[in-house]
């Protein structure tokens, strides 16, 4: 059974073993609009949790993801190159960024569960 | 999430109505986009109709017999010639040879109507009123709000509510009821396709968009697709690739200088402006084609392919309808040539791009 934690920067990360799959939430394709280029890390690059390592651009301007978690990059959603829109259609699933190998699983432990990421988002608004 | 301290147009409670989401613009309260998206409402316009508010917009008549006169002495368009219902694209310059707006003007009979960007436009009511010297009479039109239907199925569309719209030539303009209110209807807009903007009065603003929403063509659409349409159109946005440093000449826009003025000169910056048309200017506001599908962003610096700087982009973004990043900016005189290759660093990495030539989508006013 895999567990999903969230960010304060909206981005979730999927533990299967020892990988992680990241992506942005639900929240953050709504805000950020139409999807039109995600620029993905190379693969083997070592990612810092709360560093840059990509950049979605939407059709009114660029934001940076940060890693949610440290680890090498192992692999990268080769889809979105050619399908952007996959991030707003299906955020959590198809529309995922990368893959990494855990450099240190315990920084999962700071991170939000689903719950406490509900809650986060709705104290937004 | 509204601010109390931005000023609402009278169509503020419908974009609310519609789901619009709002973003702080020129210190009103605008709608970015509705729920369709950004790239939806911007294919809508290009198919069928889309109803733009731009109330935000500074609306004002200029009347008295030296109207035309006093204008042409701010503005390097041909005023005086302009017959009545007839509409022109200006420019307030500097004594530089810089611009202080871009603008639209109407010859309405005994009086010009005048249409300039939201953010500009209490400064250039000021700049009017300071260099009138009592040879006309320039009065705000506030309680009007400021609609443009825009796309191929716009003439069909306002022809059901106001028959006389679809007589109306590509820049003209006429006062017409539309759907029984006393509007000045013109054929003009800022997307590059047929379309029209409706002058109304503020109170009959609410109830005049509905009836247009209601047309099947016709959906609304925000800020962010009527900036998407107008960069695809190569049309500049005041502040961005236009402003007081950029020249008449260096920004492309000699076209706005009509046979007379070029004789006559007379209007701010006219030595500079007069001079580098006839021997051409040091940089060149150019259409930019970046190689593949990341969008380069204004600020963007553009180098040749030793890494010497050449220019900067001003406007960039992705284009829904040339389906990849479109952008503009200047660039040195010596590079700005249509198939030129440059860089453009994205991000601190050089990424290819060629100058084209723009629109990047070809303009379909009416030419009846």
């Known amino acids: ?59 009114k301007a660029a934001s940076e993801v940060y890693a949610p978690v440290s680890g090498e990059v192992v692999a990268i959603n080769e889809v979105l190159a050619g399908e952007p ?27 939000m569960d689903e719950a406490a990421y509900g809650a986060f988002v709705e104290g937004l608004h | 999430m509204t601010d109390a301290a931005l000023q609402k147009t009278p169509l503020h409670a419908l974009h609310l109505e519609l789901g619009a989401r709002m973003v702080p613009f020129a210190g009103y309260d605008m709608p970015v986009q509705y729920p369709r998206g950004i790239i939806a409402e911007h294919l809508h316009t290009r198919a069928k109709a889309g109803l733009f508010d731009v109330s935000h917009m500074g609306q004002a008549r200029l009347e008295g017999a030296g109207a035309a ?99 109306l030539g590509f820049m003209t303009g006429a006062a017409l009821p539309v759907d029984g209110e006393a509007c000045f209807v013109t054929r003009s807009g800022y997307t ?65 200088i009509q046979k007379r003025r070029r004789a006559e000169g007379g209007f701010p910056g006219a030595a500079i402006i007069l001079g580098e048309l006839a021997s051409g200017a040091r940089r060149k506001r150019v259409g930019i084609r970046p190689e593949g599908r990341a969008p380069a962003r204004e600020g963007t610096e553009i180098t040749v392919a030793d890494g010497a700087p050449v220019g900067r982009v001003t406007s960039g973004g992705f284009g829904p309808s040339a389906d ?10 010596a590079h700005a040539a249509p198939g030129t290759t440059l860089q453009l660093l994205v991000r601190g990495t050089p990424r290819p791009a060629r100058i084209v030539p723009m629109p990047f989508v070809p303009h379909r006013y009416h030419r009846g």
Not at chain 1, 2 to 21: C, L, P, Q
Not at chain 2, 324 to 333: N, R
Request: net charge negative; hydrophobic share 45%; with cysteine.
């Open chain 1, 85 to 111: 829109g996959k991030v707003n259609v299906d955020p959590m699933g198809e529309g995922w960024f990368f893959k990494l190998r855990l450099a240190n699983a315990k920084e999962l432990d700071g991170l």
């Open chain 2, 192 to 256: 590059g396709e047929d379309g029209f903007e409706l002058s109304v009065p503020a109170g009959a603003a609410e109830r005049l968009a509905r009836r247009l929403l209601r047309e099947p063509e016709v959906l609304p659409v925000g800020l962010g697709a009527r900036d998407s349409l107008r960069l695809e159109a190569g049309l500049c946005l005041y502040g961005h690739d236009i402003d007081e440093t950029t020249t008449v000449i260096e920004a492309d826009l000699a076209w706005t």
């Open chain 2, 324 to 333: 990849g990043p479109v952008a503009m900016g200047y660039v040195a005189a």
């Open chain 1, 1 to 59: 059974m895999s567990t999903v934690k969230y960010t304060r920067d909206h981005e979730w990360v999927r533990v299967d073993g020892d990988v992680a799959v990241i992506g942005i939430t639900d929240y953050a394709q709504t805000q950020l609009g139409d999807v039109v280029y995600v620029e993905l890390p190379e693969l083997g690059r070592r990612a810092e949790q709360g560093k840059e390592v990509a950049v979605v651009e939407s059709v």
């Open chain 2, 69 to 167: 006169a006093a204008l042409e002495a701010l503005v390097p368009g041909d005023i005086k010639g302009l017959a009545p219902g007839r509409m022109r694209y200006t420019l307030f310059t500097n004594e530089a040879g810089g611009i202080l707006d871009d603008l639209m003007v109407t010859g309405a009979g005994d009086h010009l109507l005048l249409v300039v960007n939201a953010a500009r436009k209490a400064e250039d009511f000021a700049h009017l009123e300071r260099h009138l010297a009592g040879k006309a009479r320039l009065t705000r039109l506030e309680d009007r709000a400021l609609m443009a239907l825009q796309g191929p199925a716009a003439a069909a569309v306002l022809a059901r509510l106001a028959p006389g719209a679809a007589s």
